[in-house]
């Protein structure tokens, strides 16, 4: 079956760089998404890597070693908009097209 | 607005009464996806339709649980005799083919039983 680890919370000033880690087992990997959802909001698609290695949008970047099972989300120069869940999510278990997300880490961003 | 829409966006229902959520996906994306969410966790898987077919169900989605999508379009969640710890977010996604990597979330219908 698949399980994913990320930290609960993490916290930090605006302007800084954070990064929440995520480690997985999985059955069969396919790839690692990143997710972020505010408060009350929907989940929004952030990122994702298939092979090892960064992958950069604007601010935020992913990456996965998939030797360590392990990704990480690097956001960069936090705003106070950053504060929200954010969880990374494995394919499967229903094959290729369906999700398994972990508990998710809450970031907070203090002034 | 072309995202996805799920209706109602609450729902407070007394124990043992059943419940039917609607959920209209992006027009041109096959797949729809039902996740329930509940507080501190992170989506759960339950149940994906490709088109009009249902591919997957969670073994972990009681009998009580039930999901159409007639005509590929629109799906409608039904849940009979709701038990308190159905309380939860639920949640639907739909993705063009092959869209296991990015799925597109609707705001959810938040159910509370009494």
């Known amino acids: 079956g698949q399980s994913l680890e990320q930290p609960s919370e993490v916290t930090a000033v605006e302007g800084a760089i954070v990064q929440i880690n995520c480690t997985y087992q999985?059955?069969?990997?396919?790839?690692l998404s990143w997710y972020q959802q505010h408060d009350g909001g929907a989940p929004t698609f952030l990122s994702y890597?298939?092979?090892?290695g960064l992958e950069e949008t604007g601010r935020f970047s992913s990456f996965l070693s998939r030797s360590d099972s392990y990704g990480y989300l690097l956001l960069q120069e936090l705003q106070m908009k950053d504060s929200a869940s954010y969880f990374c999510?494995?394919?499967?278990?229903?094959?290729?097209?369906?999700?398994?997300f972990g508990k998710g880490t809450m970031l907070l961003v203090s002034p | 607005d072309t995202g996805v829409s799920q209706n109602p966006r609450h729902k407070i229902t007394k124990r043992g009464q059943n419940v039917t959520f609607r959920c209209d996906p992006i027009?041109?994306?096959?797949?729809l996806y039902w996740y329930r969410q509940t507080l501190g966790q992170g989506p759960e898987f339950l149940t994906y339709?490709?088109?009009?077919?249902?591919?997957?169900k969670s073994r972990l989605l009681s009998d009580r649980f039930s999901a159409e999508r007639p005509k590929g379009s629109f799906s409608t969640l039904e849940i009979q005799r709701t038990e308190q710890g159905d309380s939860a977010m639920y949640l639907c996604?739909?993705?063009?083919?092959?869209?296991?990597?990015?799925?597109?979330f609707g705001p959810g219908t938040r159910l509370t039983v009494t």
């Open positions: 996604a739909s993705s063009p083919l092959g869209g296991g990597r990015e799925q597109y």
């Open positions: 999985t059955s069969g990997f396919y790839g």
């Open positions: 890597n298939a092979l090892d």
């Open positions: 999510a494995v394919r499967g278990p229903g094959g290729y097209s369906t999700l398994t």
């Open positions: 027009s041109e994306h096959n797949r």
């Open positions: 339709f490709q088109n009009e077919a249902q591919l997957e």
